[in-house]
């Protein structure tokens, strides 16, 4: 039986996951759940699970849980804030924790986490692109895995088993192109909220959607690719692929290419992480590639998305390039979000909040948090001055 911990339980990537443990309930069991704000969607996996600890963004809903389940006959401990996410990280006995909480919020929790010991099934890349550096040297001080959830590296990874890095000489990401693939760079201009959140494959949050309509996702995904596997950027390529069909390829030294396909879905990639190195029998549906009939293939055109070859730029920089970029990208999608600016602005705010940093080095965690701030600040003030 693995036990897991959940950061994120009540976001797209913790709701499948836990649909990946009721399918599994014979091989893994959770034992703590962190979530935001909808605590509703929280209480009722709280009376499902049954996890020894739990955390929540406030202290009034943390009460209003205590609250509800006052007379349960399991009753977990409840945490809340910052403190909250640390402890439902370390404190619960858990073999493996499940980022699964969009932003650098999962930096904290992840960290505290391997210095317990614990393996990481990573599904909140900004973990490692804003401080990859830090957070693999400690997994390897510590012996921890790094178990990647997303589909792109969950492919890669399955990929290698078995394999030498010195065997492997190119990582190709493939990328749907997001809800504008079809749209032309004139067409961006006017591009709504509404019209970036229609992913025409995948059901995502709203903040990773619009990543996706920007193809910075595929920008992080680069740079966490870069981390998780010690492969030097210009032997990283993306690809876009509409049918989402082919997850990732790796091509080896003697120039063969090995991919991982499937149907856009992501218990499947959660499912082997939670059961690595193992494989468990399934229930999701399956790949039938005569229905699908053909895939294809192209090259990104970096005029229509900019923030691919921004992200690239930062991962090669190196240093807290990468956290600025993440950090700026965060904010700027939030105030799209929030109509306060235009789609394609998205990455002028990136770009005009590096160029307001000169080149530091990540030297440790309190530089990478204090650059993150001021990033956010800086990102924010643009926007609030119009750039």
Known sequence: MR????????GSIGTQTLEVVRAQRENLQVSSLAAGRNVDLLLAQIREFKPEVVAVAEAKDAEWLAQQLRVESWVPEIYWGTEGLLKAATEAEIDLLVTAITGARGLLPTIAAIKQGIDIALANKETLVAAGELVMALAEKHGVKIIPVDSEHSAIFQCIQGSKKNEVSKLILTASGGAFREWDIQRLQEATVRDALAHPNWSMGAKITIDSATMINKGLE?????????????QIQVLLHPQSIIHSLV??????????????????????????PQR???AWPRLDLASIGSLTFSLPDYAKYPGLKLAYLAGQAGGLAPTIFNAANEVAVTAFLNEEIKFVEIVDVIAATLDQFSPQKAEDLEVVLHIDQQARYKAAELIKKGR
């Open 280 to 282: 468990w029998s399934g």
């Open 251 to 276: 091509e080896f030294c003697d120039g063969s290419q090995l991919a991982q396909l499937g149907l856009p879905d992501m218990r499947l990639p959660i499912q082997y992480a939670l059961s690595w």
């Open 3 to 10: 036990k897991i911990g959940l950061i994120g339980s009540t």
């Open 222 to 234: 680069v740079i966490e690719a870069h981390w998780l596997f010690g492969i030097p950027y210009e």
